[in-house]
């Protein structure tokens, strides 16, 4: 079982990482990755809402959905159970957290539509994994969306002061980035 979990959270954050193997969640990411501290304060909301959303939706899945066989209902369930769990966060940093709130600015409520957290949720579904498995499936995806977040923020903080082709500044620039960074991560391959 530890075995399994252990397989389970390296590949989820390395080997398979949500945004650089398997493109989803890209708008937070290319968006909120202009400074470090936004992006860890992004990448600790992801990580929360992903592992809470993994925990609720197993059990709801587990307990409600499947026992009543209306299966058929679980994307709807899981984006109202993703959707709250936001709205939480969301009232939680505005009232402890206000500079990270203005920081995130429209990006904290895009967590609600974020297709990668919705994709963890039907990801545990469809690989049968049990509540526990989930949970560690969730938070692995999520550790490693911020792993990949914080490091491209580093590197745009670092561009910042280079001289770059004007045809390259801004957004081209950090699409050539984050492909060298999917690159790299294709790597960790090997681990598993």
């Given at each position: 079982m530890i075995k399994e979990l252990l397989v389970i959270l390296i590949s989820s954050s390395l080997v398979n990482n949500v945004v650089l193997s398997q493109f989803l969640g890209l708008c937070p990411f290319l968006g909120v990755?202009?400074?470090?501290?936004?992006?860890?304060?992004?990448?600790?909301?992801?990580?929360?809402?992903?592992?809470?959303?993994?925990?609720?939706?197993?059990?709801?899945?587990?307990f409600i959905l499947q026992p009543f066989d209306i299966t058929y209902l679980q994307t709807i369930v899981f984006i109202l159970v993703i959707a709250a769990l936001v709205q939480?966060?969301?009232?939680?940093?505005?009232?402890?957290?206000?500079?990270?709130?203005?920081?995130?600015?429209?990006?904290?409520?895009?967590?609600?539509?974020?297709?990668?957290?919705?994709?963890?949720?039907?990801?545990?579904?469809?690989?049968?994994?049990?509540?526990?498995?989930?949970v560690v499936n969730g938070f692995a995806t999520s550790v490693g969306f911020t792993i990949s977040i914080v490091i491209l923020a580093g590197i745009r903080e670092?561009?910042?002061?280079?001289?770059?082709?004007?045809?390259?500044?801004?957004?081209?620039?950090?699409?050539v980035t984050a492909g060298l960074m999917a690159i790299a991560f294709c790597g960790f391959s090997g681990l598993l």
């Open positions: 990755s202009k400074k470090t501290n936004t992006a860890a304060g992004m990448g600790a909301a992801v990580i929360f809402v992903i592992t809470l959303a993994s925990a609720v939706a197993g059990v709801i899945y587990k939480f966060v969301e009232m939680f940093l505005k009232k402890f957290m206000p500079g990270l709130y203005q920081a995130l600015g429209v990006y904290l409520p895009l967590i609600t539509t974020n297709c990668a957290v919705l994709g963890v949720a039907l990801t545990n579904v469809q690989k049968n994994y049990g509540i526990l498995a989930g670092k561009m910042a002061h280079n001289d770059i082709p004007e045809s390259f500044k801004g957004m081209p620039i950090v699409l």
